[in-house]
């Protein structure tokens, strides 16, 4: 890894924490592993994963991530409910769970209706 791209990294991680999130790079060491060298964003309060490029985590790019943590990168509907899901460990809120993951997805076909009535 050069210099410059060390640096970078490095000021990313210290964005994320500052937001309280950590910046998880793979451990990944075979050059053609799909998620090799790449980066996902964890909560620091829960090791929840809240945003990653793959289902099964990481496949961010420094971009990426970057993007994520400026805010200019919308988080997916996917990733809202897996973060909703990872934070909430009582068997007491699973129907919090299921309530708030209902709403998003009816939040989101509204958000899709309303841009197909402006086309």
């Known amino acids: 890894m050069s210099d410059p791209e060390k640096v970078r990294e490095n000021r990313v991680r210290r964005a994320a924490l500052r937001q309280g999130l950590i910046l998880a790079k793979s451990r990944r060491r075979d050059p053609r592993a799909t998620d090799h060298g790449t980066y996902m964003l964890r909560s620091t ?27 200019t990168s919308p988080m ?36 899709e209706q309303r841009a197909a009535n402006r086309v």
């Not at 997916?76 to 919090?96: C, P, S």
């Open 45 to 71: 309060r829960t090791n929840a994963v809240v945003a990653s490029g793959l289902q099964a985590g990481y496949g961010m790019s420094l971009d990426d991530v970057e993007d994520q943590l400026a805010g």
């Open 76 to 111: 997916t509907l996917r990733d809202k409910v897996r973060a909703i899901i990872y934070t909430v460990l009582d068997e007491d809120r699973q129907q919090l769970i299921l309530d708030y993951s209902q709403q998003l997805v009816e939040e989101q076909l509204l958000e």
